[in-house]
């Protein structure tokens, strides 16, 4: 999607007076004091926070006193914030937005995916919901985009699609129709997203659907939906909040005071799932539990990252060898062609050299025969 830019206001505050009016909309919001004797009263605690880095410990210390807002993409966060047992309406909201109709989560299904290895890990959240109408919806976000987002995917909603299949197949028995299967839906949050998304850096949303070259009309059933937030972010620069979706995508990208000011002011909905947050917060013990977990999985996923990044990049340079293995044949065969035909002119030229010699020979017999038959014919002259 693309909007025109618009100048926002709310630009031009202080990250101070930000933090200040921050607290003033969420009293419950501890001071930096406090938090720091929290942590320093129990032993646990205490250890974890001083094995982080200075820069984690400041960045934690920033998002519980809101002079940053805690990022909603944590997966604890998320997880709690739009749990569809509890409040099924958010994210049914979202859906709702990105479908561009309404829909209604009916019930939540259990992740047995089956996945392999370490590639679930980068998932730092899979919900799996399936909607009124019997269709499946997977929201996943990806802090780190994957290499070959596409192809994964398609292997993740083909997964889905298998196991509503199994479903309708063993609940339905004999009574079993195609018809009975319902679309399903995959859902990627991008933080970072792969560079393919990089060449659109205008459009923040991309809806993949599955289209005949000749107007045939089928009901394929698998619809994705990529939202990369960093373009979103960055397409958002000086702009004020337009519309719902852009509010709801707001409430997953940024954790800028003035920002989170600046949208719960515009839709007072998102003040009490900020609240929600910051009562999470209020729990010292689960919160950095949870802010360890991240901070341990984006290691781990930057790792893993870097290895995929590694191994596209081995296998662009395989192919770039092979194809310059094929050009080296070519021009091998084309010098080999080359060398053949020489090879025949300089036969060619040995065979008419052999032949000028052949009749250079000839030509000096007939010139010794010549002076031969002059002499005798002189010699006959002599003799009258």
Known sequence: MKYPK???PHRKKSSTTAAASLSAYFPIIRSRQEII???????????VFHSWSQEDRENFLNCCTGSRGIKV????????????ESSPER???????????????????????????????LLYTDIIVQLEDGSLSD????????AFPGERCACYSADHLLRQYKRARSSQGKNFNYRNIKNVYTIIFFEQSPKEFHSYPYHWLHVFRQH??????LNLLQEYYFIPLDIFRKNMENKIISCDL?????????????RIIELFTRYPKFKPLYQDIYEICQNMEKVMNMYSKELMELDHNTVLYMIDEMQEQIDLKKMELMEVEVQLNQKNAQINQQEAQINQQEAQINQQ?????????QINQQEILIRSLQEQLSALKNQK
Do not use: M
């Open 246 to 258: 852009e509010a709801w995508l707001s409430f997953l990208s940024f954790d800028e005071p003035e």
């Open 6 to 8: 618009k100048n926002n």
């Open 139 to 146: 929201i996943e976000i990806q802090k780190i985009g994957y």
């Open 37 to 47: 004797h929290i942590i320093h009263s129990q032993k646990d605690l205490k250890s």
């Open 91 to 121: 994210l049914e909201d979202i859906l709702s937005l990105l479908f561009q109709k309404k829909v209604k989560i009916n019930t939540v299904l259990p992740n047995d995916s089956v996945r392999l290895g370490a590639e679930s890990s």
């Open 353 to 361: 050299e052999a032949q000028i010699n052949q009749q250079e020979a």
């Open 73 to 84: 993409l944590y997966d604890g966060i998320f997880k709690e914030v739009f749990n569809p």
């Open 212 to 217: 005949s070259d000749t107007g045939l009309s």
